[in-house]
């Protein structure tokens, strides 16, 4: 079983700040295979990356993916107040999650 | 549109079972599998399976291995997790979601499950 590993597990910025997310995988997975996810309380998750780099429908261009390997990162640029959520990344398993909070 | 929409509310008491239902509509059902995602209150998401719209083939997690049964009906797009054995840190909002390939794009709007005596 390969164990996602998120780092920080909350992130306070403010609007217009940039936030980067980690993601470490316990073994090496195909960047293929890495997605990242918003959830907010009350909402289902929402698909915000896969494939390591690829944005899904709908989602705007501050959100984009990097990584391979065991590394990946998720980074927002020009944080909005909309943003404030936790976010998942995931290859079967999810990880803990990153808490973005916005000041 | 494509959409899944679970079934409603449901409170269990302990050592019971619960199935929770999945419509799948706007696409087509057999070419993409679905997986169900848990959420226990204040606690992250986690991935408890996975079947094949197609051929029926599941996949779980190995904590869950035993205790959960996800089935699908082609005949309704109509996707089931049955979890048994019920405990009381099994409350949480399931979603399942349509599944291809690592890729989870459309999820249902959630199904909470309360256990408790």
């Known amino acids: 079983e390969i164990v996602m590993t998120q780092s920080p597990a909350t992130l306070s910025l403010s609007p217009g700040e940039r936030a980067t997310l980690s993601c470490r995988a316990s073994?090496?997975?195909?960047?293929?295979?890495l997605s990242w996810y918003q959830k907010k309380p009350g909402q289902a998750p929402r698909l915000l990356i896969y494939a390591t780099s690829t944005r899904a429908t709908g989602i705007p261009a501050r959100f984009s993916g990097s990584g391979s390997g065991t590394d990946f990162t998720l980074t927002i640029t020009g944080l909005q107040p909309e943003d404030s959520a936790v976010y998942y990344c995931q290859h079967d398993f999810f990880g803990g999650g990153t808490k973005v909070e916005i000041k | 549109q494509v959409q899944l929409v679970q079934s409603g509310v449901e409170v269990k008491n302990p050592g019971a079972s619960v199935k929770v239902s999945c419509k799948a509509s706007?696409?087509?059902?057999?070419?993409?599998?679905v997986s169900w995602v848990r959420q226990a209150p204040g606690q992250g998401l986690e991935w408890m399976g996975w079947?094949?719209?197609?051929?029926?083939?599941?996949g779980y997690a190995q904590g869950l291995q035993g205790r959960v049964t996800m089935t699908r009906d082609t005949s309704t797009n109509t996707a089931y997790m049955e979890l048994r054995s019920l405990r009381s840190d099994d409350t949480a909002v399931y979603y399942c979601?349509?599944?291809?390939?690592?890729?989870?794009?459309?999820w249902g709007q959630g199904t909470m499950v309360i256990v408790s005596s």
């Open positions: 706007g696409y087509s059902f057999t070419s993409y599998g």
């Open positions: 979601a349509r599944d291809w390939g690592y890729v989870r794009d459309i």
């Open positions: 073994q090496g997975v195909s960047s293929s295979n």
């Open positions: 079947i094949n719209g197609k051929t029926g083939d599941a």
